[in-house]
């Protein structure tokens, strides 16, 4: 199975992850967890990298396909992989969809995490990560819904998209995602 899960910050997307994972035997990807082990290196990628998040900008598409690309060189990957956070601009899915189809691993799905805007401020504030203030909180909002949302017609034009409604318990959410994988191809 290869899996992109699509999601606002706040949607419960990094959970929800770990627990389909978990459930599928499948590889966990997250360029944002890739991103954070990249800054603490003194290189060329790290600084930019470090300069983006601190401010909750994105970090530029070049760098993160290259991690991406690099990343799927690994062996590991070829079982399937869920990836998280990544891709967050029509840019970056354009050259993911390249890249996977000159290496014949075509996407089961993405799935989409859907929670409104009010729900998710709501939920972020109680956080506590170093990039969660209100003020980056409300940048990371923002640039989901300039860069990222475009995603979702990109991927509902493959007919590759399936929304879930992110609303509810931790629990209950999961059982829809079960559901919805339950459904795609291997
Ligand atoms: P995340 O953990 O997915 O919320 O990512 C944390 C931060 O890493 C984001 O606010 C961005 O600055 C950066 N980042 C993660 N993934 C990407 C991506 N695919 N493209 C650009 N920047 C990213």
């Not at 203030?133 to 909002?141: A, D, G, L, M, S």
């Not at 640039?143 to 409604?165: E, G, H, M, N």
């Given at each position: 199975?290869?899996?992109?899960?699509?999601?606002?910050?706040?949607?419960?997307?990094?959970?929800?992850?770990?627990?389909?994972?978990?459930?599928?035997?499948?590889?966990?990807?997250?360029?944002?967890?890739?991103?954070?082990?990249?800054?603490?290196?003194?290189?060329?990628?790290?600084?930019?990298?470090?300069?983006?998040?601190?401010?909750?900008?994105?970090?530029?598409?070049?760098?993160?396909?290259?991690?991406?690309?690099?990343?799927?060189?690994?062996?590991?990957?070829?079982?399937?992989?869920?990836?998280?956070?990544?891709?967050?601009?029509?840019?970056?899915?354009?050259?993911?969809?390249?890249?996977?189809?000159?290496?014949?691993?075509?996407?089961?799905?993405?799935?989409?995490?859907?929670?409104?805007?009010?729900?998710?401020?709501?939920?972020?504030?109680?956080?506590?990560?170093?990039?969660?203030?209100?003020?980056?909180?409300?940048?990371?909002?923002?640039?989901?819904?300039?860069?990222?949302?475009?995603?979702?017609?990109?991927?509902?034009?493959?007919?590759?998209?399936?929304?879930?409604?992110?609303?509810?318990?931790?629990?209950?959410?999961?059982?829809r995602?079960i559901e919805t994988?339950t459904?795609?191809?291997?």
């Amino acid at each position: 199975m290869r899996l992109v899960f699509l999601g606002p910050p706040g949607s419960g997307k990094g959970t929800q992850s770990k627990r389909l994972v978990e459930h599928l035997h499948i590889l966990h990807l997250s360029t944002g967890d890739m991103l954070r082990a990249v800054v603490t290196q003194d290189t060329e990628i790290g600084r930019a990298a470090a300069q983006s998040m601190a401010t909750g900008w994105l970090v530029p598409d070049a760098l993160v396909v290259k991690l991406v690309k690099d990343r799927f060189r690994e062996p590991d990957v070829q079982n399937g992989f869920l990836i998280d956070g990544f891709p967050r601009t029509v840019a970056q899915a354009a050259a993911f969809e390249e890249y996977l189809a000159e290496t014949q691993r075509p996407l089961s799905g993405v799935l989409e995490l859907r929670v409104p805007l009010e729900e998710l401020v709501s939920r972020l504030a109680g956080r506590g990560r170093k990039d969660d203030t209100p003020e980056i909180v409300r940048e990371r909002q923002g640039i989901y819904r300039q860069k990222t949302q475009p995603l979702v017609d990109f991927y509902r034009q493959r007919k590759l998209l399936f929304p879930i409604d992110g609303l509810g318990t931790s629990d209950e959410v999961f059982e829809r995602i079960i559901e919805t994988v339950t459904g795609l191809k291997p």
